[in-house]
């Protein structure tokens, strides 16, 4: 069943009243402790307004051999929307210039396109295709969106402490019914509110994926990011490392510059 933003909102209220971790929280439903959880992680990421950082992608095939990508991600919040996402590939040259734009919503399908230069085309990603691997690497399409709460239906599990960090332990089921995975397990560190581990199922609720993100720091006293981000595909061996450098915030970005006419003019 769809989280409607009424429900979203009660639970927020209950979180903005009693906080998630105290007494309270016993007389609320794994379902509702779930959904506090995931909004209350959501609430506190808000006001970033916009940003951009430096990435390398580095792919590693079942043999440990690897090939390397230099990026740079830009992304845009939208009150009251989803927000928006852009990536471009600087290096290797056989990738140089392809750019991919997402706009995340809320609920419905995301809208995702992929500009490949030596077309000169921009492609549209249908949600059916979402579950694709992403550029060739483990990430896919669908896990390349922003995180939007109205996404998932969610139920708390324990509390578990995981390489250190004291973390709430849930499981998150996608609403899309395009999704590749039936469910994702979410390792959410207490104080950061920011994911250190999330376990993927897919459509046979089979693990398939796991992502290990790690090396957060705090900016502008308020927002942590990762510098590493790994995912695992139990199915093949292989792994995706993507390695986050030099975040800037509040660098002027608008709507204008995650617009599909944007991608064809990219440097």
């Not at 993927?200 to 796991?210: G, V």
Request: hydrophobic residues 35%; glycine residues 6%; contains cysteine.
């Amino acid at each position: 069943m769809l989280v409607s933003k009424v429900s979203a909102i009660l639970v927020a209220l209950l979180i903005v009243s009693f906080g998630i971790y105290g007494s309270e929280a016993s007389s609320l439903t794994a379902e509702e402790l779930g959904l506090s959880i995931a909004v209350k992680a959501k609430q506190l990421d808000r006001g970033w307004g916009d940003s951009q950082a430096d990435m390398t992608m580095i792919l590693r095939n079942q043999n440990g051999q690897e090939s390397r990508r230099v990026m740079r991600t830009s992304n845009l919040e939208v009150q009251d929307g989803g927000d928006k996402s852009l990536v471009i590939f600087d290096e290797p040259r056989d990738v140089q210039g392809t750019a991919f734009l997402n706009h995340s919503h809320p609920v419905g399908p995301d809208d995702q396109w992929l500009y490949l230069p030596a077309l000169r085309r921009v492609r549209r990603i249908s949600s059916q295709n979402a579950s694709g691997p992403f550029m060739g690497s483990e990430f896919s399409y669908e896990d390349m969106a922003s995180f939007e709460v109205e996404k998932y239906t969610y139920k708390y599990l324990r509390d578990e402490t995981l390489n250190g960090h004291d973390c709430t332990v849930s499981e998150y089921y996608p609403v899309d019914r395009y999704s590749g995975y039936t469910r994702q397990i979410v390792w959410l560190d207490k104080t950061m509110h920011q994911p250190i581990q999330i376990e993927f199922y897919d459509r046979r609720n089979s693990l398939l994926k796991t992502l290990t993100v790690k090396d957060y720091q705090q900016y502008e006293n308020k927002y942590w990011r990762p510098a590493y981000m790994e995912m695992t595909n139990h199915t093949n061996g292989k792994s995706t490392v993507l390695l986050i450098e030099n975040y800037r915030f509040g660098t002027g970005m608008t709507e204008q510059d995650f617009s599909q006419a944007a991608l064809t003019r990219i440097r």
